[in-house]
């Protein structure tokens, strides 16, 4: 079965770092991009992040660029954001996508995990 | 970047067709695809490709394409089919998500 399992998140104050982890497994992690999306409270979804296959490449929303990091290690089967300069208004579910398709610029998500909820508070 | 607008709500009957649009001045270059999302739940992939369905999502979702305008339809809906459903696209480095619509169905 192809999954998706989110970790790390939780409680932290403005300025904090937050790590966050996603397990994959039921298919050959290393063959796609892989994104970071996530949802704020009662709001609509937004892209944060992607990363090709390889690794070689990353994109970023505008809204996370210079505070936030992708990477992954794929003899992990793992998927990392490593969030820095935290603000309130990073506040959201985070979800981890698998690409449908393409292993290197992201394109369309066919699996999702549960997502990891992320509260940036004082 | 660019942005992709939908409407916040439509209502239908049991047994109507829901039209949901997601308008953007990129869709005549890009492909859509289109997210089913219910309460507490990760979204789903509804439409891939601005009209090709991926298997397991019944046949009564459908999408087309014409101009700046894409289309989920989903014909006969039933009590199940209400949540929020998003448009996306994607360019050759971003992604974008619509603001969403949320379907009630009456």
């Known amino acids: 079965e192809v999954q998706l399992l989110e970790s790390g998140g939780g409680l932290v104050q403005p300025g904090g770092s937050l790590r966050l982890s996603c397990a994959a497994s039921g298919f050959t992690f290393s063959s796609y991009a892989m994104s970071w999306v996530r949802q704020a409270p009662g709001k609509g979804l937004e892209w944060v992040s992607a990363?090709?296959?390889?690794?070689?490449?990353?994109y970023y929303a505008d809204s996370v660029k210079g505070r936030f990091t992708i990477s992954r290690d794929n003899s992990k089967n793992t998927l990392y954001l490593q969030m820095n300069s935290l603000r309130a208004e990073d506040t959201a579910v985070y979800y981890c996508a698998k690409d449908w398709e393409t292993v290197a610029a992201p394109d369309a998500f066919d699996i999702w995990g549960q997502g990891t909820m992320v509260t940036v508070s004082s | 970047s660019y942005e992709l607008t939908q409407p916040p709500s439509v209502s239908v009957s049991p047994g109507q067709t829901a039209r949901i649009t997601c308008s953007g001045d990129?869709?005549?270059?890009?492909?859509a695809y289109w997210y089913q999302q219910k309460p507490g739940q990760a979204p789903v992939l509804v439409i891939y490709?601005?009209?090709e369905r991926p298997s397991g999502i019944p046949e009564r979702f459908s999408g087309s394409s014409s101009g700046t305008t894409v289309t989920l339809t989903i014909s006969g809906v039933q009590a199940e089919d209400e949540a929020d459903y998003y448009c996306?696209?994607?360019?050759?480095?971003?992604?974008?998500f619509g603001g969403g619509t949320k379907l009630t169905v009456l």
């Open positions: 990129a869709l005549p270059k890009q492909y």
């Open positions: 996306q696209s994607a360019d050759s480095s971003s992604v974008v």
């Open positions: 490709k601005d009209s």
């Open positions: 990363i090709s296959g390889s690794g070689g490449s990353t």
